[in-house]
């Protein structure tokens, strides 16, 4: 884990703390950026980032990564 600092909403947080009985700040931050992890992407959240730099080979990560192997006859 790493540590950093960060500027926060104070009541944000207490209040999500609160609410799922948190104990800590700590707690709450990391476990609102779990949620929004575990959290699909909604379909405009998709959009938004179409264009955004992804440069990989579509068809190139489709071929086949192991050779095929020919089972002998029984």
Known sequence: MAI?????????????????????????????LNQMIDEPMSLEEALVMEGTGWDGD??????VRFPRIELLPS
């Not at 944000?12 to 707690?27: E, F, G, I, N, S």
């Not at 579509?58 to 071929?63: G, P, Q, S, V």
């Open 4 to 32: 950093t600092n960060i500027d926060i909403d104070e009541v944000a947080c207490r209040k999500v703390m609160k609410r799922y009985q948190l104990a800590t700040m700590k707690d709450a931050v990391n476990f609102a």
């Open 58 to 63: 579509l068809a190139e990560m489709r071929k």
